[in-house]
C-alpha cells in the first residue's frame, strides 16, 4: 500500500496557505498533518571571482525575531516565483535586492525548504558577476518594506561563518558550501584548489 491524501482541508488562505490533510500512511494508519503553502522561490548567491567577494543581504525576518529576538539575518537574496521561469525570477530578486545585473546562472539545485510543513521548493544559484554589474543600490522592491541592506564580504570570511556554524539561514549555508566545493580555487590564497 502506498501513501494517499485522503482530504485537504483548508484553514487559512492569505499570502499563504494552511491546510490540515487527512494521510493514510503506508501501513494503513490514518493520521492528520498540517501543509504550508506559499509557492515556489529561488536562492542566489552572487559571488565576484575576481575580487573574492559575495554579495549577501540583511533583513528582518519575523520568524527568527520571534523565536530569538534577532534583528536581522544574513541571507543570500532570495524571493517568491512571480511569473517567468527560476532564471528570470532569479535575475529580478537579485537586482531588486542588490542593484547587481546578473548574466550567467549556475544552478545548484531545487530542493524542498522545509518538507515536515512546507510545499515551497527552492530553486538554487550561484552567480559570477564583476563591479560593473552594479546598476544600483538594490535595497527591495519599492512597497514591500523590505528595509534590505546590502552586505558584500570576502569569500574567506563567509566560509569561515560557515565553518563556525554562523550561518543561520539553510539555503546561505547551502550554497555557500555549493560554492566551496565547486570552486574551491576561489577559497585558496593563491588561486589554486585547496587541498587536504
Known sequence: MK????????????????????VRLADGTEVEREIEDH?????VLPY?????????????????????GEQSQLEAPAGLIDDGSPDENARREVLEETGLRLHDLEHVGTTYSCAGISTEQIHLFLAPYCATDRKTGG??????????????????????????????????????????????????????????
Open 3 to 22: 501513501a494517499e491524501i485522503l482530504s485537504l482541508r483548508i484553514i487559512h488562505d492569505g499570502w499563504t496557505k494552511f491546510g490540515l490533510a487527512k
Open 39 to 43: 509557492g515556489n522561490s529561488v536562492g
Open 48 to 68: 565576484d571571482p575576481e575580487r573574492r567577494v559575495a554579495t549577501l543581504v540583511r533583513e528582518l525576518r519575523v520568524p527568527p525575531l520571534y523565536v530569538s
Open 139 to 196: 535595497g527591495g522592491a519599492e512597497g514591500e518594506h523590505e528595509n534590505i541592506k546590502v552586505v558584500e564580504m570576502p569569500l574567506a570570511d563567509l566560509a569561515g561563518m560557515a565553518e563556525k556554524g554562523q550561518l543561520t539561514d539553510l539555503k546561505t549555508l547551502a550554497l555557500v558550501l555549493a560554492l566551496r566545493t565547486r570552486h574551491a580555487r576561489l577559497f585558496s590564497s593563491d588561486g589554486r584548489p585547496e587541498t587536504d
